[in-house]
Nanobody
Framework: QVQLVESGGGLVQPGGSLRLSCATS????????MGWYRQFPGSQRDLVAT???????NYGDSVRGRFTIWRNNAKNTIYLQMNRVQPEDTAVYYC??????????WGQGTQVTVSA
């Protein structure tokens, strides 16, 4: 059973920074990609950022230039550095892993709240 364990959410002031982590029980290269999605109340999950096994990154339009995704292969962990956060970044953030087939996996979600 694939496990994705997120950490790093919390309360941050507008303009501040926050770093999310997602550790997987599997070797990173067993996945085609890993990434982050976020969900606002009453909405579907939207792309934040993804990173493929061959280091191709993709960002949602609203976070490009402010957020950065990267990984630590030795720790099988991906990170999301969130800079210049705004209240509209407030959401539940989910770690995602896409298999090399059709399976995908989700973490339990971590709340990020941007407020003064």
């Amino acid at each position: 059973q694939v496990q994705l364990v997120e950490s790093g959410g919390g309360l941050v002031q507008p303009g501040g920074s926050l770093r999310l982590s997602c550790a997987t029980s599997e070797n990173y290269y067993s996945f085609a990609s890993m990434g982050w999605y976020r969900q606002f109340p009453g909405s579907q999950r939207d792309l934040v950022a993804t990173l493929t096994a061959d280091d191709q990154s993709n960002y949602g339009d609203s976070v490009r230039g402010r957020f950065t995704i990267w990984r630590n292969n030795a720790k099988n962990t991906i990170y999301l550095q969130m800079n210049r956060v705004q209240p509209e970044d407030t959401a539940v953030y989910y770690c995602n892993a896409q298999s090399r087939g059709t399976d995908q996996y989700w973490g339990q979600g971590t709340q990020v709240t941007v407020s003064a």
